[in-house]
């Protein structure tokens, strides 16, 4: 074997050894990516934010409607329809 082709063998050589290290080194950081991406989307983090959870309350108007639909639903009675929409009213 000449001098240049120890050279070119030796230099093909090394790159096959980098290239087989980047094929080794890449499918685990393939998966292991693919794992944290999965996981944040499933366990609803998020970045920065923490959990703010407002707690909504339904508006007097809307509070009447579902009143007025329990009673037509035959849930509640008249009286009980009549007492809780003056609580309604008066807790304004």
Sequence with gaps: MKPSDKQAHAKNTKHRTQYDNMKKLF?????ALSAIVLLTGCLALQIG????????????GQQLVDLKKAR??????????ET?????LGGK
């Design 49 to 60: 934010g923490g959990d703010k959870k407002e707690e909504r309350k339904a508006t007097v």
């Design 84 to 88: 809780q929409k003056a609580k309604i």
């Design 72 to 81: 037509d639903a035959g849930v509640i009675t008249d009286a009980e329809y």
């Design 27 to 31: 499918v685990p950081a393939a998966v």
